[in-house]
């Protein structure tokens, strides 16, 4: 059994960053891929960047690439999302998510673990 935990968001103008974490409980963390997905009102929720068991691998959505970067620390049962540049387009609430399966864990199906969230407000 592996438990989620979000934290990190908040209340950012356009442009500026936040950086989101994700804690762990288990000792499996290492086992798992991690993955980030967001959910806007209105909106189904959209992949948003996985990073591989190692930390060696990241994947990102179009949207995000090139201003959002996954790492984490294996030894802190920790995960992270550093979001830059950030747009009002942006704003949802952001979870985690864990899984063995990298392809179904960027489906967003099926997935073993999610956290509980953490509402991300870019401002204009």
């Known amino acids: 059994q592996v438990q989620l935990v979000e934290s990190g968001g908040g209340l950012v103008q356009a442009g500026g960053s936040l950086r989101l974490s994700c804690a762990a409980s288990?000792?499996?963390?290492?086992?798992?891929?991690m993955g980030w997905f967001r959910q806007a009102p209105g909106k189904e929720r959209e992949f948003v960047a996985t990073i591989s068991a190692s930390g060696a691998i990241t994947y990102y959505s179009d949207s995000v690439k090139g201003r959002f970067i996954t790492s984490r620390d294996n030894a802190k049962n920790t995960v992270y999302l550093q979001m830059n540049s950030l747009k009002p387009e942006d704003t949802a609430v952001y979870y985690c998510?864990?899984?063995?399966?990298?392809?179904?864990?960027?489906?967003?199906?099926?997935?073993?673990?999610w956290g509980q969230g953490t509402q991300v407000t870019v401002s204009s």
């Open positions: 998510a864990a899984d063995r399966l990298g392809s179904r864990l960027r489906a967003g199906r099926n997935v073993d673990y």
């Open positions: 288990g000792r499996t963390f290492t086992s798992y891929i």
